[in-house]
């Protein structure tokens, strides 16, 4: 560890037992008491680290005055104490390191220096597929199906685990990263060979601020700069403002953690917190559940905020001793956080905040979200009547408000189908066919579809119909009040005789294996299997769109038909597109609300006035009836659920299972690279790099890449879900000899840039505006009248031509997950430029990281009110300016219509920090780690 320079004799020691341990001393400088408890963080940060380069003297009176009111201006080098990867996001990381170890040799340095100089660790938990699901032999089923898909990327990160020191590998099977984290490997105080400090995590994957709910400082990143921070380089960053999010009240019974986080999210959303900490504190704070607190923190990277932090503790505290941790790790916590004012009681001073918010949590009522984005919650009262209005815009099925002219079947206002009205209606070719209509006030769409099951029964599926009904995700999974809650909801609703409906894909895919524990323990498994809730994997399933295949036939009607089928799940993320290519509309929910739609099979239902079923005697049975009191809940908790569980789950947690220690790994520094690999290919970037960089140029000729709306998303940009036949991605894996049944998913194939690169900007939802289809296609100016193409194959042709590209776009772009695919694929298509009227944070900073220049409109304007359409040519000057180790405000755009006609503004250049404007003159942030080891500055 360097040695700071301690230009304020912050540097002192602290006793906890028999134990004594260095710090530096927040007390040491004026102002640091008064912080609000995220910033102290920080504050400490660059106490530690003061360099008198990175980090100065100056910098840390910065932060000691800091002025709430005040915009961020004040850059800063924030030094992570560890990285967090998962295996989609992870992958590329460990290629990349790779790569490096070759590259670095080949520029004349040293590539031993390629390790991780902090600890790096990864779990794998995003491959599982839930192909098995509603039999005993799921969990089994799907993890042979992962071995066998995921062969060679498991061996590649064995041997990562073996060849880099600092680097720790999670086997499958586990549990879901954030779970593990906060379960396991969160430290809260570090003790790094007797020198104390906070525990402060980037992560690769944008729900790292799960553990903002343990009071750990950390956020998502994209892979490439958590490549950089592992290689030692700080994460550049102003100083932020903070929002204090007050909570007062308590939560009320029949109200789940899942409710009050959408109602969080609303919030925030609304309020506007892009870019700023979220802190929350309070006489409410007391009052909420660590389980809870790391639920909410979670859902950060849903309402824009780059962390939601919880301040440690009493019930930071017990979390600890409750899963596992050592009583000496426990009271040197506790025993820190007091020492540096970190510690929150009754008798905490208010920090100063920068903008308040106020929650009373007893006014937070049942809530879901949907259809297809998270932020967009919806009261579970209003649900049915939300879900009518909604159908609008995924069906083309008119309403019919009267019986005067006939239509395909309606249904009328309490979603009954009635078939006492026979009308006939005329298809295409003229032909009358009989047909039902049933007219109400509040009709919806209707197109009811009969469809024979395997087992030979048959039922019908209409708009609406649940496909998907998941217990899945971080979010809730590492929640067992909602966990417990949702086996509770299951019990009663077995006693009554409810049963799921037969068209619905069941999935329970806990986030750790305490939870399989403690639903053994309570003896919840029976009833959730009744309802064909079988343990599906440890791992992150439907949320990340690895809910697997739908039944053929349920498949097939959805999609002959064009059905608006809905899945709910307990998960964090909703986007079009994402949950399965079968079901239009998705809708986040409690796991209690899961198994609740389950039973019901649609979405067009309300809970108060519909019931779910008859109990044997007959009688209505309504969601009321099935749903456990809180004291039912925390009662099952308390006999289920022990430290001694967390304990035995975790006490050889690196080792991995038989076939994860029996898998054939290579050896040597460096990787033996197969050729023939579809899923780990050497990455391209650092091909023929210079040891010092070019200088950078201006961008002329440009052609119109992708011209998208508002709210494009990293999940629209970047590969994922499934690989769909017939795509260049599919041509691709074709081509390798890789049947169609084990082409796998993009996630799992992040390894391998040459999939990956095929699969940006091609999600099926994703709306090109320079074309009439969704998916993956453009406009190919390379060819005469510009037809459509791929737009992989398109930019393949553009490169050939010498010609550069830009992508134009609306407002929050880039929202999401943290994915660095979405800069890497941009970059790899050729994209110098991207033009939008704004950008949300990851995604704005991995553009700087792989040498593409984010740029926005200017105020008020966008492509729309300036007239572009796409088919223009580009010029961007000014960009030069960088040479001169400026970072230029503005740069001028010139875009010329092919009638000669030219548009011309200066758009805002978006690259904030001297360290950023670092990084695009290098081409990018890895260029610049690796000029800097080949030069020995490393």
Not at 181 to 209: K, M, W
Not at 629 to 634: F, K, L, S
Request: glycine letters at 10%; hydrophobic letters at 35%.
């Amino acid at each position: 560890m360097a040695t700071s320079k301690n230009s304020f004799g912050a540097k002192t020691q602290l006793t906890v037992g028999d134990k004594t341990y260095d710090y530096f001393a927040l007390s040491a400088v004026p102002g640091m008491e008064k912080l609000p408890y995220s910033l102290k963080v920080l504050g400490e940060n660059l106490l530690r680290n003061e360099d008198g380069k990175n980090t100065t003297e100056e910098h840390i009176k910065a932060i000691a005055n800091w002025d709430p009111k005040a915009e961020p201006s004040t850059e800063i080098q924030f030094t992570p104490a560890r990285v967090l990867m998962q295996d989609f996001t992870g992958v590329p990381c460990v290629v990349d390191l790779a790569t490096m170890r070759e590259a670095v040799k080949d520029l004349g340095g040293n590539p031993d220096q390629v390790n991780p100089l902090n600890p790096a660790e990864m779990v794998i938990d995003h491959s599982v597929i839930v192909e098995a699901f509603g039999d005993q032999n799921a969990l089994a089923e799907n993890v042979k199906i992962e071995y066998e898909r995921n062969e060679e990327r498991y061996q590649f990160l064995r041997w990562g685990s073996k060849s880099f020191s600092n680097f720790r590998v999670v086997p499958p099977g586990t549990g879901i990263v954030h779970q593990v984290n906060i379960e396991y490997l969160s430290r809260l105080v570090f003790d790094n060979e007797g020198l104390a400090y906070p525990d402060t995590c980037i992560g690769t994957d944008s729900h790292t601020t799960m553990e903002n709910g343990l009071g750990i400082l950390g956020w998502g990143v994209g892979g490439i700069e958590a490549e950089a921070a592992m290689l030692g380089q700080p994460v550049s960053m102003l100083i932020p403002r903070v929002v204090g999010f007050k909570l007062t009240g308590e939560i009320p019974a029949g109200v789940t953690a899942t409710d009050v986080v959408l109602t969080v999210t609303d919030m925030l959303r609304q309020h506007g917190v892009v870019q700023k900490f979220v802190e929350f504190y309070g006489s409410g704070v007391k009052q909420v559940p660590l389980a809870n607190r790391a639920t909410i923190g979670n859902m950060s990277p849903e309402y824009g905020s780059t962390c939601a932090i919880f301040p440690i503790d009493e019930v930071t505290i017990d979390y600890l001793r409750l899963t596992g941790r050592s009583d000496e790790q426990c009271a040197l916590v506790e025993e820190y956080a007091k020492a540096q004012g970190m510690w929150l009681d009754d008798d905490t001073e208010e920090a100063e905040y920068s903008e308040y918010l106020e929650l009373d949590l007893s006014t937070v009522v049942p809530s879901i979200a949907g259809p297809k984005r998270p932020q967009d919650r919806i009261l579970l009262s209003e649900a049915k009547e939300q879900f009518r209005k909604d159908l609008a815009n995924y069906t083309e099925d008119e309403v019919c408000m009267d019986d005067s002219k006939p239509a395909k079947r309606m249904a009328d206002e309490g979603g009954n189908i009635e078939d006492n009205v026979q009308v006939t209606d005329l298809n295409k070719s003229g032909e009358g066919h009989g047909e039902t209509l049933a007219v109400g006030a509040k009709g919806r769409p209707s197109n009811p579809i009969t469809v024979t099951s395997q087992n030979g029964g048959e039922y019908t599926l209409d708009h609406g119909m649940v496909a998907i009904a998941s217990i899945t995700s971080c979010t809730n999974t590492s929640n067992p009040s909602v966990m417990i809650g949702a086996g509770l909801v299951a019990r009663k609703a077995v006693e009554k005789g409810l049963t799921s409906k037969p068209w619905v894909k069941t999935i329970c895919a806990p986030g750790s294996q305490v939870v399989d524990g403690y639903y053994q323990r309570a003896d919840l498994w029976k009833d959730l299997e009744a309802l064909g809730f079988y343990l599906s994997g440890f791992g992150c399933t439907t949320c990340i769109g690895n809910s697997g295949p739908l039944p053929l036939e349920v498949s097939q009607a959805i999609n002959e038909n064009d059905l608006a089928a809905t899945a709910v799940l307990s998960g964090n993320r909703n986007f079009e597109g994402r949950i399965s290519p079968d079901v239009k509309m998705n809708y986040l929910a409690s796991p209690m609300l899961v198994i609740a739609y389950a039973i019901a099979g649609t979405m067009d239902f309300d809970f108060e006035s519909q019931p779910l079923g008859q109990d044997k005697e007959g009688n209505d049975v309504y969601l009321k009836d099935i749903w456990p009191t809180t004291e039912e809940i925390e009662s099952t908790i308390q006999s289920a659920i022990s430290r001694e569980m967390y304990e035995a789950d975790y006490a050889d947690v690196f080792k991995g299972d038989e076939q994860w220690q029996n898998l054939d790994t290579p050896e040597g520094d460096t990787f033996a690279w197969d050729e023939d690999s579809t899923y780990v290919r050497k990455a391209p970037y650092f091909d023929g790099m210079p040891k010092d960089p070019e200088p950078v140029q201006d961008i002329s000729g440009a052609r119109v890449l992708v011209k998208l709306g508002d709210s494009v998303t990293t999940d629209h940009i970047s590969p994922a879900s499934a690989i769909k036949p017939g795509t260049p991605a599919a041509q691709y894996l074709d081509s390798k000899g890789v049947a169609r049944k084990d082409y796998n998913s993009f996630g799992s194939r992040r390894g391998n840039h040459e999939v990956m690169v095929r699969g940006t900007f091609a999600n099926i939802r994703l709306r090109n505006q320079l074309v009439d289809v969704a998916g993956g296609y453009t406009r190919d100016f390379t060819q005469e009248g510009g037809p459509q193409a791929f737009i992989y194959d398109a930019s393949v042709n553009y490169k050939k031509a010498g010609t550069p590209l830009v992508v134009l776009g609306g407002k929050e772009y880039g929202s999401g997950s943290s994915r660095d695919w979405a800069a890497k694929g941009t970059n790899l298509l050729g994209v110098k430029a991207v033009i939008v009227e704004s950008f949300e944070r990851i995604h704005r900073s991995n553009l700087i990281g792989m040498g593409v220049i984010p740029l926005q409109f200017p105020a008020g304007e966008s492509h729309e009110s300036l007239g572009l359409d796409g088919t223009e040519t580009f010029d961007i000057t000014g960009v030069t300016a960088f040479n001169d180790g400026e970072i230029p405000s503005t740069v001028h755009v010139t875009a010329t219509k092919e009638s000669g006609e030219k548009v011309e503004f200066d758009a805002v250049v978006r690259i904030d920090t001297p360290g950023e404007a670092d990084y695009f003159r290098h081409g990018g942030i890895l260029q610049y780690v690796l000029r800097s080891m080949a030069k020995g500055e490393q």
